[in-house]
């Protein structure tokens, strides 16, 4: 009888067991190639600048290149779907924003679950609004162009891009947080709406901050307060909408990373551990500030809270102002 019956079987159970951390290697080894972050946006603006800036220091810190790709469309669906559908092993990322939060309510079906589909990362940066109006204007404080407004229905025109946008449900907010009966003119663009400030067409603009500052510093455009819940350093004479008297008003723009559903754990983890660390650089942080973006990482739980809060206040104020699903 021979010493060892099962000597193939032996043979074969010890060739797989020293087969096992090459496989565990080959798994960990994260990221085998360069990472795609998909943004949603066109070339150029502030969430196309926050994508790239914080992607070219985090690739140093993964030991590969983070390719930004930009597929911009309405509702931010063409990325966010493309991320939906991607393997879940952390090389395709989604810059998500409080767009994805606006679409879940604003679209009557999307081909992914805003909540279910995605993996929060982290959070990267959070940026406010102004209410502005033209330099030659006679409302000289926001509680001056609110007593306007409550004194005359329905005269009071307030410009913002397009119906469904930040920009847009911002203003709509302030109409209803402040009783507001006023006009809201929607706009192709923001040069569109700052054209029609200075022509007199509006009466006063909810535009972001950033893309703004340089009519504001240049003397073009008064800024009347800010849609965060805190002054800007920057300008530290303007002051919030809730200081003005616009009671339980906070609205900031945001930025993200996710990742497909089902990404690995400590994929999730390495990734977020980058983009934190890039974000703390100097350099980064300059170049934020410079969009007027307040540099801000989480924990994937905060990013989530954040997205399903965002969902269920962007529902009300959609719900609110009559606004039609597309």
């Known amino acids: 009888m021979p010493l060892y019956p099962n000597r193939r079987k032996v043979l074969t159970t010890l060739a797989a067991a020293a087969a096992l951390p090459t496989m565990a290697q080959a798994q960990a080894a994260f990221p085998s190639k360069p990472i795609t972050l998909l943004v949603p946006f066109a070339p150029g603006g502030i969430a196309d600048i926050t994508a790239r800036t914080v992607a070219q220091a985090m690739g140093p810190l993964l030991g590969q290149t983070v390719v930004v790709e930009n597929k911009p469309s309405a509702g931010s669906i063409v990325a966010s779907q493309a991320v939906a559908k991607a393997a879940p092993d952390g090389h395709t990322l989604l810059l998500m924003s409080n767009g994805n939060a606006v679409s879940a309510s604003l679209f009557k079906k999307l081909p992914f679950d805003v909540t279910q589909d995605f993996a929060p990362i982290t959070t990267l940066g959070f940026f406010e609004m102004v209410v502005a109006v033209d330099a030659a204007s006679r409302f000289k404080s926001l509680g001056g ?3 306007y407004a409550k004194a005359n229905p329905g005269k009071l025109n307030i ?3 397009a119906v ?6 911002a203003a709509e907010l302030l109409k209803l947080r402040a009783g507001l009966d006023a006009v809201i003119v929607p706009f192709k663009g923001s040069p569109d709406v700052l054209r029609a400030l200075k022509a007199g067409d509006i009466d006063v603009a909810v535009e972001i901050l950033g893309p703004t500052m340089g009519q504001i510093t240049g003397g073009a455009v008064r800024a009347l307060a800010l849609t965060d819940d805190r002054r800007n350093p920057v300008l530290p004479d303007v002051p919030t ?14 930025n993200a990373l996710a990742a497909p559903a089902g990404t690995p754990v400590d994929v999730i ?3 977020g551990k980058a983009a934190r660390d890039a974000l703390a650089t100097p350099a980064v942080t300059k170049r934020l500030q410079e969009l007027g973006v307040r540099a801000q990482p989480g924990t994937p739980a905060q990013m989530e809270a954040l997205l399903v809060s965002e969902i269920r206040r962007w529902r009300d104020v959609i719900q609110a102002a009559k606004i039609e699903q597309q």
């Open 159 to 161: 410009g913002t891009i």
């Open 145 to 147: 162009l609110l007593a």
């Open 164 to 169: 469904g946008s930040t920009q847009n449900l």
């Open 269 to 271: 983890a390495k990734v």
């Open 241 to 254: 909408v809730q200081e003005a008297g616009v009671a339980n008003y906070d609205v900031t723009s945001w």
